[in-house]
Nanobody, 127 residues
C-alpha cells in the first residue's frame, strides 16, 4: 500500500520558519516528480512547490519564491519543504504529492498530474 505521510506542521508567528517532511512508503518515487500543495479554508488546493525526479529542477508558486525551498532524498524516499519568513496567508493544510508519470520532463504544477497524496499537515501562521 502506497502511503505519503507529512509531518512538521504547527503554529508559528509571522516571520518564523517551519520544515515539512514527507515520507513515502509502499513503492519508490525516485523516478517521479514530487510536489507540495496547500489548501486554505474555503479555497481551492493550490500548487506551492515541486521538484523533478532527479532533484535538479524545481518550481515554485510566485507567492513563495525566495522564501520556500523544496528538496528530496531519493535514498530515503522523502521530500521536504523548508519554509522561511512565513506570513499569515501561508496558513493552510499542506499536502505532499507524487507524480503518476515516470521521468516527466518538467515539474508538474496541476493537482490532476499527481496521483498519490498524503493526508496533510496543518500550518498556521499568526500575525
Amino acid at each position: 500500500q502506497v502511503q505519503l505521510v507529512e509531518s512538521g506542521g504547527g503554529l508559528v508567528q509571522a516571520g518564523g520558519s517551519l520544515r515539512l517532511s514527507c515520507a513515502a512508503s509502499g513503492r519508490t518515487f525516485s523516478r517521479n516528480a514530487m510536489g507540495w500543495f496547500r489548501q486554505a479554508p474555503g479555497k481551492e488546493r493550490e500548487f506551492v512547490a515541486g521538484i523533478r525526479w532527479r532533484g535538479t529542477s524545481t518550481s515554485y508558486a510566485d507567492s513563495v519564491k525566495g522564501r520556500f525551498t523544496i528538496s528530496r532524498d531519493n535514498a530515503n524516499n522523502a521530500v521536504y519543504l523548508e519554509m522561511n519568513s512565513l506570513k499569515p496567508e501561508d496558513t493552510g493544510v499542506y499536502y505532499c504529492a507524487a507524480d503518476r508519470r515516470d521521468y516527466r520532463a518538467y515539474v508538474p504544477g496541476l493537482v490532476e498530474e499527481y496521483d498519490y497524496w498524503g493526508q496533510g499537515t496543518q500550518v498556521t501562521v499568526s500575525s
